[in-house]
């Protein structure tokens, strides 16, 4: 059996075709083949959350699914985010919390807490931390982040807290 | 670390999946959410040559509730029983524990049926199944058969599925009418498997509990059924001496294998500590 297959995926919006090893993991497919490097790679078995991206409106671990799986499906990364606008708010949010030093987990922290603002506006501070918790950060001791996140769920559900 | 090659398929029917185990034998793995199966390959703990993805198999997911039971689809995935409304009505111990079951991004895409094969001896699920006397539909060449949850996990990640067999559901009775159910773990970090857990799930009627299963993770190869406390507590208040008297119990019940991180003694000391505090919010 062929140990490569052809396989289509919509990626920001632009739909590729590659015939890829069935053993590439996304992450590995978006930065490698398409040269889309904010998925980062830190563990590769799923503890990290750095490789975080989007797959038909869900986060996945982008180490812990075969390129080969995301087949016809749609996949979001971080400069897809970036570049609609969809984040700016906590983009900007995170640079005035400081919530990015190096800025390794950061692209996985983005897609990890858009998913908690867009699908639940009401979160508490709990709710954000449990949310979060998949995403290691090694440089900001989290408390900045999960401020950043606080002030962007005040500020989309209208003014400040 | 990357996985080593593989091939990998994606069959439309189950037939077609029997087919393919048949003639792969132990060389092909049943691939689902693949969030342990592609994590240990990753490690490169398993070579296997052939994934066959079940999921594009019909029939094998979602929730539904008929007469006296809940049946989930082996491909219904950690959020879909998080964010169901069957599950928090009917299921409530499954519900309070799906949110302990990793982290957000791991729980859109790992499965029911993935947890249950895999087995793992801290694994929330099992210990629930176990708790709820639940049943697994297993399906392979031969046709189905169902194993009750307390047969089917047998030892350290093994269980009674034969070659070839998949899940492809669990029916749980749904809860009783004065029944109540706590979920409990402690964990290094919110979403990781737990040190040690405990699924309780008990009759309370004025203050009192009884017919209590008290089901462990992470404390043996197995959930384990804390048969020996379920009889210390029967029919009694949890009142400071009689859950000192199930927590008793545990030392000689629990086998209690360490852990990277945690001695023996130390998770014996955390079941005793879950096990008091379940008892007493199961009768809040
Ligand atoms: C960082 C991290 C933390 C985690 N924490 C927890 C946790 O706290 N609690 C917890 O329970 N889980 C945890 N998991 C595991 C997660 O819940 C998995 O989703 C689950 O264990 C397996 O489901 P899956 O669908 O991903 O299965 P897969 O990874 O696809 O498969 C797992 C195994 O089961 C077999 N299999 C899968 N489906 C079937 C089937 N229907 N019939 C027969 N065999 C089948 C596969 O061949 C494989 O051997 C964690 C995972 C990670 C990466
Ligand atoms: S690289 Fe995927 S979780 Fe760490
Ligand atoms: S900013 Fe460095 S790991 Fe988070």
Known sequence: MDKTLLTTLTVNGKTVTRRIPARQHLSDFLRDELGLTGAHTGCEHGVCGACTVRVDGMTVRGCLMLAVQANGRKVDTIEGLSDSGEIADLQGAFHRHNALQCGFCTPGMLMSAQELLSSRPDATRDEIRAHMAGNYCRCTGYHAIVDALEEVLASRRGGPK | ?284
């Open chain 2, 1 to 284: 670390m990357k996985a080593p090659e593989f091939s990998y398929v994606k069959p439309g029917s189950l037939g077609e999946v029997f087919d393919l185990l048949d003639r792969h034998g132990d060389r092909a793995r049943v691939l689902a959410g693949g969030q342990s199966l592609l994590a240990s390959l990753n490690l490169r703990l398993s070579e296997p040559e052939l994934l066959v993805d079940i999921t594009g198999v019909p029939g094998l997911s979602g929730i539904a509730v008929s007469g006296q039971t809940v049946r989930i689809g082996a491909l219904t995935t950690h959020r879909q029983i998080e964010t169901s409304a069957q599950i928090a009505r009917h299921l409530p111990l499954l519900a309070q524990a799906v949110r302990n079951v990793a982290h957000a991004a791991i729980r859109n895409v790992g499965t029911f049926g993935g947890s249950i094969a895999l087995a793992d001896p801290a694994a929330e699920y099992p210990a629930c199944a176990v708790a709820l006397d639940a049943t697994f539909v297993l399906a392979g060449r031969a046709g189905e058969r169902r194993v009750k949850a307390r047969e089917f996990f047998r030892g350290l990640y093994e269980t009674a599925l034969n070659p070839g067999e998949l899940v492809t559901a669990g029916e749980f009775p749904l809860a009783g009418a004065g029944y109540q159910s706590v979920f409990l773990e402690l964990a290094r970090r919110h979403g990781d498997y737990a040190i040690v857990g405990l699924a309780a799930h008990a009759l309370v009627a004025g203050g009192r509990i009884s017919d209590a299963r008290l089901a462990f993770l992470g404390a043996g190869s197995t959930p384990v059924l804390a048969v020996r406390a379920a009889a210390a507590i029967e029919g009694r208040q949890p009142d400071a001496q009689a859950i000192a008297a199930a927590q008793a119990t545990l030392a000689e019940e629990l086998e209690m294998l360490a852990d990277l991180y945690s001695s023996r003694a130390t998770k014996l000391h955390l079941a005793r500590v879950l096990l008091g505090r379940a008892l007493g919010a199961l009768a809040a």
